[in-house]
Each structure stands twice: as C-alpha cells, then as structure tokens.
C-alpha cells in the first residue's frame, strides 16, 4: 500500500540494538494494520529504510555498524520526496544532542527514559502529519 | 681448571636468571589476577551509560596515520565513523602514501580541499592539503609529506581539536564501545596522562561490516603462538605493571592520551623506531621531574582487533623493530634507571624492562647455544638437560594457561570450546622453534640497532570486507 | 643442564627432586587444562540456558509493559513459565528505559516478587563489592522500599559504596530521594573530581532545581561551583543566568571562563555586553571563551568589532575562536573577516580563510574574495589559502 508521495504507509522502522528496548518500542508501535520492522544495526536499519520505505523511523542514537545520527542524515538525504520522519530516541538526557539531531534532520526527539504512552502519542502524531499533507 | 669454572658459573647465572625471570611472570599473574578480578567486580551496566548521558566524557580526536594503506583505509574509517561516543573527530593523516591512499578516500567520503591555519605546536613535516568531507563533518583527512608515524602523529596533534586523542593504526579495527570504556577512565580520574587498552589478533576471527562478529583463535602454530603472546602480554604483563605505575608501553594499535599532556612533553620524537614506548616513558619521567601527578593505565575489556604478521618475514621485521625501539628507548631514558626520584618507573619499570625485556632474549639465546656448546664437547648432563627443559616448558604454560583462565574467567572472548583447546595446544607448539627462532632474532637487534633507520614497517593486510568473512590465515603473499 | 657444579654437590638427591617437580608440574598443568576445558563447556551452556530464559521473558513481558496490560498476571505467568531470576532481570531492565506511572508499577512489582529485598539482603554483605552492586540493583528497582535502604547505604563507610547510593538515589527522580543524595554529597565530597562532576552532571539531568539551589546556596568552593555551573549550562538550566552574570567578575579566572562558556550555552541575549568585556580579560584562556561563546548569542555590531580586535590577539586560541564566531555571524562577520584580510597580519588573513570554510557565504563576500587574490602574489601561501576556499565553497554549494 503506497501513499502518493510513495512510501509505503503505517510502515514503521525501528532501529535499536537493545532487544528489550526494541521490543518494548515494537510493543508501542504495534497497531492493526501497521507494518512495524526492527533493526539491530545501522546497516541494517538503513537496508529497511531502502526496501520498504517507511514512513517513520524510530532511531536509537547509538546503535553499531553506523550510528544514529549517520543514519538519520542518510536517511534524510536519500531520495529526498519520499523520505520518512524520524524520531531520535537517546539515552542522552543532554539538551545538546537534541539539538544536534534536529539539525540533522530528526522530526522529533525523545529522552530514555520514556513514557510509553507519551512514546504512543509522537508516533501517531508523526504518521498522523504526513496523512495530512 | 678455569674452564670448567666457567661452564659451571655460566650455568649457574642461566639458572638463577630463569628462576628471577619467571618469579617475576609468576608474581604478575598473581597481581594480574586479582586486579582483574577487582576491576571485573566494579564494572556496570549502567557505567557506560552514564558516560553517555552526562557530560562526564571528553571530547576525543581520533588520528589514523596512514601509509600506503589503499586496501584498507576506505573500510576503517567507515567502521570509525561509526563508533559509539557521544563526540569525535577522526584524523587520518596520509604521510606521504606513494598509492592513491587519498583518492581513495576522497572519493568514498567526497572530500574536499579546505585552507586551514594550522597551530604549530609541534614541528612536522609541511602538509600538501587538508581535506574535509561532505558527508561526514567529523571527518579530516590530512595530506603531508612523508615524514614517519611519529612526524604523522605529530602532525595529527597539532590538527586536532580534542582535549583527548587516540591513536589508532589504520589496519585495526575497534570495537564499537572501546573509546568510551577507556575515556571512562578518563573521566573518573585526572591524574591520568595515557590510557592503552587490550590489543587481540584479528587473524582466525569472523569479520562483518566493519565488525568482529564471532571471535575465533588462528589455526595455524605460529599465529596461535602470536595470538598468546598478546592474551599474556596485555592481560598479566600490562595489568601487573600498570598496578604498579610502571607500565611503559602502550600499544601504538590503541592508546588514548591527553593531548596537552603529549604537547607538554614535546609529541613524537622522530629518531627511534618505537616512537609509542619513548612516549609513554618520557610522559613518566616527566610528570615525575615535574612532581605532577601522572599515571598510565591499562583497561583490560575495551579491545582493539589487529591483524598479526602472518609470514615470518614480516613478523621478525615487527620485532627487530620493537626490540630495537625498546632499546634505543631504555638507553635514552638510561637517568631514570634506579633512580628513586623516578619513583616506581625508575625502581620497577626500567630494572624490568632492561633485565627481562631488553636482556631476556639474549640470556635465552645464549643458553640454547650453551646447551648446544656442552653437548658438543660431551659435558651436556641428559637427563638433567631435558628434565630442566621440561620444567621450562611447563612452568610458561603455567603462566601462558594463567592468562586463558583469567581471560576466560573475566571475559569470556571465544565462545566455542574449541578454540580454546587450540590456544592450549598452541602454549606447547610455541616451543617447537617459534621462541627459539625470536630469541635469536631479538638477540640480532642488538646488532642491528646500530644500523637500521626507522622507516614505514608493513604488515600484509587482507582488506576488511562487509560481508562475512575469517581472517586470512593463510601465508602473506 | 645442570652439569658439574650442582650435580657434583647434590647429585641424585637434585635429579629426584627436579624429577618429581616436573611431574608434578606436569599433572597439575593436565589438570587445570582440561578443568578449564570442561568449565568452558559447561558454563558456555549455562549461559546459552539463561540468555534463553532472558529472551522468552523479554518476549512474554515487553508488550505487556508498553501497551499497560494486566502487568500482575503477566509477570505472575512469567514466572511460572522461566523463573524469578529471568523476571526479575528484565523488569529491572525495563524500569531503566521507562518512566512515570509504568515505572512505579515495575517497582511495586519488583518489591512484591521479593527481588527488592534479596537485593538488600545482598546489600548488607561484608564484601564492598557485593554491596556496591546490590546497591546498583536496588536503584534499578526504585521504589520506596528500595529507597529507604538507599538513604541508609548513602551513609556507608566505604565511598564506592556511598557514590553508587547517591546514583541509584539520583536515579529514583523523587524529591527526597534526591536530597538525601545532595546531602550524602555534601557530607563527604568525593576526592576524585571525576566523581564530582559526574554527581553534578546526574543532578542537573534529574533535578536541575536542587543543583540551582546548591549552587546559589554558596557551600560550594570556586572549583566546584565551576563544575556545577557547567552542569546546568549542560541541560540548559535557564534559572541559572542571574548567577552566572553575577559570575562573570568572579576573581577566579576558571569561575569567569565557566560562567561565560554557561551563558553562551544558553543563548542569554541580555548579558552580551557583559560577555564582550571578558574579550578583553587578562588571561588567555578566558579571553577564548568568551571570543566561543559568542556564537550561540546574535551579536550587535559592536561586539561582531570587539572580535574583529581579537582577531591580531596574541594567542592563537583566542584569534581562532574569534574567527570561527565571526564566521558563524552571517553577512556582517563575515565583512570583517574580508576586511583583516584587507590588512596586512598574516596570521589574522590565514586564520580568517580557514574559519571561513565552515559556512556557506554570499556572492558578495565571494566576489569581494576575488577581488583580494592578486593582492596575495607577494605571498603565496596564503595566496594558495584563499584560492582553496573559493573551490571549497564551490564544492559544498
């Protein structure tokens, strides 16, 4: 199922190499008819993007292989009327790297430790401009 | 009369030096073994983490000096680019490459030439170009005149702009959390001036992506005799010598230091072949002329993977090398040697380093010659000969196997059981030839020392591929 | 090899001897290799197991936790099914990641299964280390129950112990938790200042109020309200400026760098002049601060001058950090940058070029560049400079 701008909706990727973390974004994520995929690595979190074109990427900073913010300018650069939103999620509680990944491109930035709920509701809000538009 | 005096006491000195050589190994594992255990106690989850998440950690400036390294440069600093710390730059300073080392990278990372006033702290050789990348801000790719890695890492002081470095060699491969482990220790205490941590063999293990996916041991003897030697080296030797403020070397392959302290002491000195040792044993007599604090550290679990000679001719160059640059480095600091104003490092490290480092080798040689010389003239006692050489062997597995149970123990690397055994079988091997021969070479670079100039030293490299692959094994060419 | 001297004295009695060394020596090496072996094995095994039951619990909880299902029967099926130790680990992991009201019930939960008080059974061990992580552990559990043991391990005699207590405490986010953690601080500050700034940088993440008011409180001695200072510089604790301003005539010349270093850190139009003036303190390294911190604030055209001076600074730091700031202030820095290359200091023209290739800049600046290149023929080398910043400006275009 593709939109107009042609990636694919309620497609969600998550790149996180905690299999914890992961699988409790992947829980929150989770909504009928929404594909939600996962990645360890930033390699493979970029392989996802390429493949199915989602319409968001969940984004942990520091994942191996390539990092967060490497993938979140890659992933902004490629094919640039389709790219996704993004949403940084760091362990890094500091005001400056928010800045940092906002800059490069991130949509919106979330502090670990989250809310889940509050986690639930950016997500929605992000997939929920790009229907808009 | 005279004669057999002599025979007697050259006996006499081989055995009490292998008795002193090896209470000393002995009495490292011992202190290896439980300063490991301590530092395995104190680690945490959670550690690193708040490395990341407070501004605990410094920034760090990476330098990758780089000769003629086309095959594998491309793939380093991708792997670099994707280490974990919170803020870095990676330098890599091509010094004068006769291959298109700088192409390859200009293309890969779409470099461009950019003017840049460089603060001269300390003399290199004048640079051709400065590049920086499109794609990655953090990356600077220095283009010079050829000058050595001490002239290349000078130059990279001087273009970094990080309280802390790190050098790097280019044919290494990180893992992803070895700079914060070690810049935790950084954070934790001011004191310290260079931190080194475990350098391990590459060669024999599976590499994905930049990265070491299953750590496996090498097949063959001689780079399992190799591999041991490290395991041993860096576990028991560093650990013990660190604990006592006495540790001289840190591996050129990873070390991190603080870059005011480098500058303080004058950088890289351009006349001696190990340009890391002379380092680390000037940042010594240095802090200790100065009575300020200094320390040098040893961490034992962030590791650099390096790959090891895999031919012999490389790998008897790589040690002339060495023992040449221990040498040369000893000799240069010979003030320091006893020297109580030097504290641990005039007491401990030097009388170590020049008894059983520096002298070690030549005691070993000449006791196979003398073995040898006895036998000839009919004086060579059998069975003690072989029960004494039996007992030689079995006391350096002892401490060989010492270093794979705390390796094992704290660590746990190799995940199949398998490996294991090869690396005890190879403690045996080891002595079939492969001592003998470095003992001879080793005892050569006493002569050679005189003679040979430094210059670029290569290792035959396989390239490091994205896909899965075991590291070359097989001979170097 | 033992020949004549020590065989003509000890003879038999030493061959024996060094014989039954070597096979003892021998055995005991057979022994431990293949103890080793056999261990490896056994305990690669071990490991595989736990990962495993690690992994179903992961599976089994996660979504429970992120969706707020009936955590009470899923951790209760849980434990059935792969443990209390499995359980625990994951819950412990899980309150780590989250926070607010899924957090508290992770902690009511780790209370009930009886892992909060294990832990502080372990705590009370005599061994420092086993204290010190079952001290880590109850922070991971959090709760009340865990907190009233950590406001008493925040008193312990051995500082290891102490610092993870005041972490774990730090961690618990909730007022008096917190302060029972400032007040252990203040009744010992550690002697590492590694540990200090690392308390003063959790502080202001967790409660950047309580680090304000330790600053301001006037307890702290120059070097460690330096430290605090920065730490709300860090998570851009606006309530700090008055302070910092206040800091900026500080005596202690660190004092007057941090101070400058935090308001520029946190955007504070209303303190440029008073920044400007640190262009022109006494020491260096103030003075290069200063000349940095200006980036972050939009600077009037005085003080895009009062840089333009520090430009033929003596120190190299300090014309550096000047160029950069002016090259990141738009139109207006980037003129004067042009003009020093006007004049005739070299270092000033260099350092001009190079801090210029980090932005993008006009056509009109560009052109003007044209225009200055032949002056350079007399000296090449900047000359070479300039003729490069005009290829890289076109390759970043």
């Given at each position: 199922m593709k939109n107009g701008n042609g990636s694919q909706k309620n497609c969600i990727v998550i790149a996180e190499d905690d299999d914890l973390t992961g699988e409790l974004i992947e829980a929150v994520a989770a909504r009928p008819g929404r594909q939600v995929l996962r990645a360890n690595d930033g390699e493979a979190a970029l392989r996802l993007i390429r493949e199915h074109?989602?319409?968001l990427v969940v984004l942990d900073?520091?994942?191996?292989?390539?990092g967060g913010m490497e993938v979140l300018r890659l992933a902004r650069k490629?094919?640039?009327?389709?790219r996704p939103r993004v949403l940084v999620l760091s362990?890094?509680?500091?005001?400056g790297t928010e800045e940092e990944a906002r800059r490069s491109g991130a949509d919106d930035f979330l502090a670990k430790p989250f809310i889940p709920g509050e986690l639930a509701a950016r997500i929605d809000r992000l997939l929920g401009k790009e229907a808009v538009q | 009369m005279i004669f057999e005096n002599v025979l007697d006491i050259g006996q006499l000195v081989i055995l009490i030096y292998f008795l002193a050589l090896n209470s000393a190994y002995l009495s490292f594992t011992v202190i290896a073994f439980f300063d490991l255990v301590k530092y395995r106690r104190k680690l945490y989850r959670g550690d690193l983490r708040v490395v990341l998440t407070e501004n605990a950690y410094r920034p760090i400036s990476i330098l990758v000096p780089a000769h003629n390294e086309r095959e594998t440069i491309v793939s380093n600093v991708r792997s670099l680019l994707a280490l974990g710390y919170p803020e870095f730059e990676i330098i890599v300073i091509?010094?004068?490459?006769?291959?298109?080392t700088v192409d390859v990278l200009r293309q890969a990372f779409g470099l461009f030439l950019v003017p840049a006033a460089t603060r001269v702290a300390i003399k290199s050789k004048p640079f051709k170009a400065v590049y920086r990348s499109l794609d990655h801000p953090s990356l600077v790719v220095v283009d010079k005149e050829n000058g050595g890695k001490s002239d290349a890492l000078n130059a990279g002081l001087n273009v970094a702009s990080y309280p802390l470095y790190c050098s790097i060699d280019a044919d290494s491969l990180l893992e992803s959390d070895a700079v914060l482990r070690v810049a935790r220790a950084f954070a934790e205490d001011e004191r310290i001036v260079a931190a080194g941590g475990i350098v391990r063999v590459l060669n024999g293990s599976v590499v994905s992506e930049g990265r070491v996916v299953e750590a496996q041991s090498p097949g063959r003897p001689m780079l399992l005799a190799q591999a041991l030697e490290y395991i041993r080296g860096f576990l028991t030797g560093r650990t013990a010598l660190a604990r006592l403020n006495s540790l001289m070397i840190i591996s050129g392959a990873f070390g991190i230091f603080r870059k005011d302290a480098v500058i303080a002491a004058?950088?890289?000195?351009?006349?001696?072949?190990?340009e890391d040792m002379e380092l680390i044993v000037r940042l010594h007599r240095r802090s200790r002329e100065r009575k300020e604090p200094g320390k040098v550290i040893f961490v034992p679990d962030p590791i650099c993977w390096t790959q090891i000679p895999s031919d012999w001719r490389s790998l008897l160059r790589q040690r002339d090398r060495w023992q040449r640059g221990l040498l040369e480095s000893l000799w240069m600091h010979r003030?320091?040697?006893?020297?109580?104003?030097?504290?641990s490092a005039g007491l401990i490290a030097m009388p170590y380093y020049t008894l059983f480092e520096a002298i070690g080798p030549l005691v070993e040689a000449f006791g196979y010659l003398f073995i040898v010389a006895l036998w000839l003239l009919g004086r060579l006692e059998t069975e003690f000969a072989v029960l004494f050489f039996l007992f030689a062997i079995l006391y350096d597995i002892v401490l060989t196997v010492g270093a794979l149970i705390l390796d094992d123990l704290l660590?746990?690397?190799?995940?199949?059981?398998f490996d294991l055994a090869r690396m005890i079988a190879g403690s045996f091997m080891a002595y079939l030839g492969y001592r003998q021969i470095l003992a001879f070479q080793r005892s050569l670079s006493f002569v050679t020392v005189f003679i040979k100039r430094r210059k670029w030293e290569k290792v035959k490299r396989q390239a490091i591929s994205p896909a899965p692959v075991r590291m070359q094994e097989a001979g170097g060419r | 090899m033992i020949g004549g001297y020590l065989s003509q004295t000890f003879g038999y009695t030493l061959f024996m001897i060094l014989a039954a060394v070597v096979l003892t020596l021998g055995a005991v090496v057979t022994v431990v290799c293949f103890a080793l072996l056999a261990h490896h094995m056994l305990s690669s095994r071990r490991r595989q197991y736990r990962a495993a039951l690690v992994a179903r619990a992961i599976k089994l909880l996660a979504p429970v936790v992120a969706t707020g299902g009936d955590l009470d029967l899923a951790v209760a099926d849980a434990r059935r099914r792969v443990g209390d130790r499995a359980v625990a680990e994951v819950l412990r992991r899980a309150r780590l990641e989250l926070k607010g009201a899924v957090a508290s019930q992770l902690s009511r939960l780790l209370s009930e299964m009886g892992e909060t008080s294990r832990l502080a059974q372990e705590a009370r061990s005599r061994r420092t280390w086993k204290r010190t992580a079952a001290i880590r552990g109850l922070g991971e559990c959090g709760g009340d129950q865990a907190c009233n043991y950590l406001i008493t391990a925040?008193?312990?005699?051995q500082p290891a112990v102490r610092r993870a207590a005041r972490d774990a405490l730090l961690s618990d986010r909730r007022e008096e938790s917190v302060r029972a953690a400032v007040i252990s601080f203040l009744d010992d500050v550690p002697k590492r200042s590694g540990w200090r700034r690392e308390f003063y940088s959790r502080l202001a993440s967790v409660a950047s109020g309580a680090l304000l008011d330790l600053t301001t409180s006037?307890?702290?001695e120059p070097r460690e309200e330096k430290l605090a200072l920065e730490a709300l510089g860090d998570v851009r604790e606006r309530r700090a400026i008055p302070h910092a301003r206040a800091r900026l005539?500080?005596?202690?010349a660190e004092l007057r760098a941090t101070a400058v270093r935090v308001l520029g850190k946190l955007g504070d139009i209303e303190s440029e002049q008073s920044m400007v003036r640190l262009?022109?303190?006494?020491e260096s390294f103030v003075r290069s601060t200063a000349a940095r911190a200006i980036e972050a604030i939009p600077a009037q055209a005085s003080t895009l001058d009062a840089l333009g001076k520090r430009l033929?600074?003596?120190?190299w730091w300090v014309r550096a950090n000047a160029a950069h700031t002016l090259a990141h202030k738009g139109e207006d820095g980037a003129q004067i940058l042009v003009e020093i290359m006007e004049g005739s200091d070299r270092y000033a023209q260099q350092i001009s070029i190079s801090a210029l290739t980090h932005v993008n800049f006009s056509r009109a600046i560009q052109e003007r560049l044209e225009q200055l290149l032949p002056r350079f023929s007399s000296d090449p080398e900047t000359g070479a400079m300039l003729a490069l910043l005009r290829t890289a400006q076109g390759a970043a275009q």
């Open positions: 074109q989602p319409q900073l520091f994942i191996p292989i390539r490629e094919g640039d009327p389709k362990a890094q509680g500091q005001l | 091509n010094d004068g490459s006769t291959d298109d004058g950088g890289y000195r351009r006349d001696t072949v190990c003030r320091m040697f006893l020297n109580p104003r030097y504290g660590f746990r690397r190799y995940s199949r059981t | 925040a008193q312990d005699p006037g307890k702290l005539s500080a005596e202690d262009l022109d303190d006494p033929t600074d003596p120190v």
